[in-house]
Every structure is written in structure tokens, then in C-alpha cells.
């Protein structure tokens, strides 16, 4: 059994409480005043001295203007080679389709043993299709 003396009332309690929050308060205060006396910008941007003597060199309008226009006129000219890439690429697959119809309708014509019944003209079309996806 605990007596009384141990126990903290619910009042001693809070302002045990409110005196650390005082403490906690104090000491973050104390730091933000010790890192603005050493100069808290050089703490959270050492590259500022960088920055300053980059605003002393000024850009020049013309300079930008002269790098974006060749970036620009690169970037267009890839892209009018990679479009004549996809022209010819699409105009080859459609000569390549055209031929093998062509062939296929000369393989078709030029055969003297053509016969009408199904059986042969199936077993034709057939061996023709093989042809085909060996190419």
C-alpha cells in the first residue's frame, strides 16, 4: 500500500509539467539566440556567398536567347529525322506487303496444276501460308 506522502496531487503534477514546458521553451529559445550570434545564414546556406557573385555577373538576354534558339533548332531537326525514319519505315512495310501479294497471286496464276476441287486449292493455300511466315 502507497501512502499519501508518495502520491503527487493532479495540481503538483501540472505544475511539474509547466515547469519543463518553461525549461524546454527557454532552451530552444537560448539556441535560436546563439545560432543568429554566429551568423545562422552561413549555417543553412553555405553557398550563399555563390549566389552573390552570381547576381554580380548578370545574364545577358541575347546570350539565353542565342542557347535556347540552337537547342530548339536541335530538338526540331531530331525530330524531322525520327518522322523520315517513321515514313520510311512504314512505307517499306507497305512495298514489303505489296510485293508478297504480288507474289502470292503470280504463285497463284502461274500454277499449271491448279485444280478446282477444295482439297487442292486448301493444300495450296496452306503450303503458300508456311512460305509466307518462313519469311
Not at 42 to 69: A, C, H, M, T
Not at 92 to 110: C, G, M, P, V
Amino acid at each position: 500500500m502507497e501512502s499519501k506522502d508518495n502520491k503527487k496531487s493532479p495540481a503538483e503534477i501540472i505544475d511539474q509539467r509547466k515547469k519543463i514546458m518553461v525549461v524546454g521553451i527557454t532552451l530552444v529559445m537560448l539556441v535560436v539566440a546563439g545560432l543568429w550570434a554566429f551568423n545562422i545564414k552561413s549555417f543553412v546556406n553555405p553557398y550563399s556567398e555563390n549566389l552573390i557573385k552570381s547576381d554580380q555577373q548578370k545574364l545577358n538576354w541575347q546570350d539565353v536567347k542565342g542557347r535556347f534558339e540552337n537547342t530548339m533548332n536541335d530538338v526540331i531537326s531530331k525530330m524531322d529525322k525520327l518522322d523520315a525514319q517513321r515514313q520510311a519505315g512504314s512505307v517499306s512495310a507497305s512495298t514489303s506487303l505489296d510485293n508478297l501479294e504480288n507474289n502470292l497471286n503470280a504463285k497463284i496464276h502461274s500454277s499449271s496444276t491448279v485444280s478446282t476441287t477444295s482439297e487442292n486449292v486448301k493444300f495450296k493455300l496452306d503450303a503458300l501460308e508456311k512460305d509466307l511466315e518462313k519469311k
